[in-house]
Nanobody
Framework: QVHLVESGGGLVQAGGSLRLSCTTS??????????MAWFRQAPDYRQAPGKE?????????????HHTDSVQGRFTISRDNAKNAVYLQMNSLKPEDTAVYYC?????????????????WGQGIQVTVSS
């Protein structure tokens, strides 16, 4: 069974940096065949309708990138097809960035906000930013 696996999370002070990675496990599965995205789920998502899983950034098969406004200039999504990996470099982290971060793989570029459009998801990884 194909899985996406996130790594690189943890606890960091505000202003610090983390780099998340997304790779695969299970059968051979090429991330280069998919558009990839990062989403996050904040700890208080039950109190914030529409925030159940929030879009963070995405990168197309050809390297076109798109970041949500709240992380623009601080986070950078990238991919290394030779390593079959996708990354999220997170700088100038803020306490409000605290969340479980998920990577997803999608065949379609246009429906990126539709969680059901993703073919695969990782299990998520915790990022905690202390003030």
């Amino acid at each position: 069974q194909v899985h996406l696996v996130e790594s690189g999370g943890g606890l960091v002070q505000a202003g610090g940096s983390l780099r998340l990675s997304c790779t695969t496990s299970g059968p051979i599965f090429s991330l280069s065949d998919y558009h990839m995205a990062w989403f996050r789920q904040a700890p208080d998502y039950r109190q914030a309708p529409g925030k159940e899983r929030e879009f963070v950034a995405r990168i197309s098969r050809t390297g076109l990138i798109h970041h949500t406004d709240s992380v623009q200039g601080r986070f950078t999504i990238s991919r290394d097809n030779a390593k079959n990996a996708v990354y999220l470099q997170m700088n100038s982290l803020k306490p409000e960035d605290t969340a479980v971060y998920y990577c997803g793989a999608a065949s379609s570029w246009g429906t990126y906000l539709d969680l059901g459009a993703y073919d695969y998801w990782g299990q998520g990884i915790q990022v905690t930013v202390s003030s």
